[in-house]
């Protein structure tokens, strides 16, 4: 006589798995985080003068273009919560009293959201010519100041 | 050693070294983002302080520490590919060990088309 094995022997779980998002956001954001991260390296550092070249008239000159600015924010928004989300799964396997995992939770997502917020809110509301003393800083780090002025 | 412990499929192998070298690549690049988005935030409120931080990520020492994170950023990257192809790909289990030497070809000779531009550009302004 053969064994009988009861089945189903787990039940299929239904609803919201949020663990199992957190696990396919962490491929799906990395696919697109490749793209993202070697672009910005490519653009940055390999471009020209490299590292040497990147002051305020540099970044300004980037953010002029709303090509930047979305690649930008899509990377800071995907990178850190990847980031955030790989650290928790280190406090998770390492914490090992479960008020200091979850203190230690908590105080990521806190800095992931204020990084988030503050990296927008510095992108968005930066205006490279509002002001004589970056007008000033512009001709310094040597821009094409009345065009770069005229694209912000 | 003679008697050696037959082993594990994991334990001391490809398997092993290239979950510790992903772990600590990312924990690397998790702390250098969050002073990377605040370096560059300080744009907005202190133009000139920016550059005076930007001034010192052209020192030769910075310079050679972000030759370091791109490297540990190319290992990442391109070790996720293989974890992403180990979950999704039929074959990917059976392939993971040959994967990951191809991860390490393949970082090496992104390394190597990165690395002699970077060094340039930092040696050749100090
Ligand atoms: C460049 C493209 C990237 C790819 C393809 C990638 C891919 C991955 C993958 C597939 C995982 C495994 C997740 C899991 O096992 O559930 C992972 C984990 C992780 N990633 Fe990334 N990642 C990238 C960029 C980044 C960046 C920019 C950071 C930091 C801000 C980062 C930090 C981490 C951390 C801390 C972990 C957790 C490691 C662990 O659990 O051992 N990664 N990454």
Redesign the interface.
């Known amino acids: 006589m053969s064994v009988i094995i009861e089945s189903p022997r787990s039940r299929k779980r239904s609803g919201f798995n949020l663990e199992k998002y957190g696990w396919m956001y962490m ?1 799906l954001s ?2 697109l ?2 793209i993202l ?2 672009g910005h ?1 490519f653009a940055n ?2 471009v020209g ?4 070249a ?3 008239a540099f ?1 300004a000159g980037k953010w002029a273009d709303p090509f930047w600015q979305v690649w930008d924010v899509t990377m ?1 928004v995907l ?2 919560i990847h ?2 989300n ?2 928790r799964t ?1 406090v998770n396997d390492y914490a090992e009293r479960e008020w200091i995992r979850r203190t230690l939770v908590w105080l990521l997502w806190i ?1 992931c959201v204020t ?1 988030i917020v ?2 927008i ?3 968005t ?2 205006d ?1 010519c509002g002001d004589q ?2 007008l000033d ?1 512009l001709a310094k ?1 040597g821009a094409n100041v009345a065009a770069l002025c005229a694209a912000h | 050693m003679a008697n050696r412990p037959a082993g594990t499929l994991y334990r001391g192998k490809v398997g092993m070294w290239s979950w510790v070298l992903h772990r600590i690549t990312g924990v690397a690049i998790f702390f250098f983002l969050l002073v990377h988005v605040l370096d560059t935030a300080l744009i907005r409120i202190d133009p000139a302080g920016y550059d005076a931080v930007m001034a010192t990520y052209k020192t030769w020492y910075i310079g050679l520490g972000e030759t370091g994170l791109v490297a540990a950023i190319l290992f990442h990257a391109l070790n996720g590919v293989r974890i992403i192809l180990i979950d999704f790909w039929r074959k990917g289990a059976k392939f993971q060990n040959v994967m990951f030497w191809v991860v390490i070809g393949l970082a090496i000779l992104l390394f190597a088309g990165f690395a002699p531009r970077h060094l340039i550009n930092v040696f050749s302004h100090i």
């Open positions: 491929r990395g696919v985080l490749i991260i070697f390296l550092l390999m003068d490299g590292i040497h990147i002051n305020f970044v800071l990178a850190l980031g955030t790989g650290m280190l800095t990084l503050v990296g809110l510095a992108l509301t930066f490279p003393a970056s800083l780090d």
